[in-house]
């Protein structure tokens, strides 16, 4: 890859695609919504009014933050496939890294999802629904995050697989999105927790 140009690199990246720009739109917009919504579901709410109870709420908020994944994944997938190939992601060490990556960040999504459950995935703790103790067990003993780790890194596996320098892109973009939503998501969790803990001295 000696001499290779950031010019030459663009020339790989077709800007004017359809699939590309909506791809990276619903990676912008999915977290965003969950965000706002969650935060509206803590005030007001909504969702569990609308569905009768908090689980419920929680459970129809998990089915569209999920529904929403796979708008965003099959958009992605699309984006791919009318992007140019690069060449030079065909090499076996990069197809090998993509199976590394494959198999370790779906090893963090399902090990974080079975350790948090469905109400620990999908905000529970915006409806009241909260963890007794702080998770950390494999693999939340390896690193905070391992939902939006793993996530980023099958996006760059499914990239260097279709050997698509766009589908490097667009992970960037999926990395930058989710290490701000992280921010949000932290301080407000750490404030849910804090109001509770206040609320639960009050009773005792």
């Known amino acids: 890859m000696e001499g290779i140009t950031l010019d030459y690199l663009s020339s790989f990246i077709d800007f004017s695609e359809t699939y590309f720009w909506l791809a990276i739109g ?14 509206y579901e803590y005030n007001h709410k909504f969702l569990t009014r609308l569905m009768g109870g908090q ?3 929680c459970y129809l ?10 708008l965003r994944d099959y958009l992605f997938a699309q984006a791919l496939m009318y992007q140019p190939i690069f060449e030079e992601f065909g090499r076996e060490e ?6 590394a990556l494959y198999a370790i960040g779906s090893v963090l999504v399902l090990s974080a999802y079975m350790r948090l459950g469905i109400t620990g995935t999908y905000l529970g703790d915006y409806f009241g ?18 939902m939006y780790n793993g996530s980023t890194m099958l996006f760059l596996a499914h990239a260097l697989s279709e ?16 290490q701000i939503a992280l921010i949000f998501e932290g ?3 750490d404030f849910i927790y804090c109001e509770a803990n206040k609320n639960n001295k009050k009773t005792k």
Do not use: D, E
């Open 26 to 39: 619903c990676i912008i917009f999915n977290p965003l919504w969950w965000n706002i919504q969650a935060r």
């Open 55 to 57: 689980y419920a709420g």
């Open 61 to 70: 908020m998990a089915f569209l933050i999920f529904s929403l994944g796979i």
């Open 94 to 99: 990069i197809q090998y890294l993509a199976y």
């Open 129 to 146: 629904i909260l963890m007794s103790a702080r998770v950390t067990g494999f693999p939340f003993n390896v690193m905070n995050n391992p």
């Open 163 to 178: 050997k698509s320098l766009a589908g490097v892109f667009i992970t960037i973009v999926v990395y930058v999105v989710y």
């Open 187 to 189: 301080s407000f969790t």
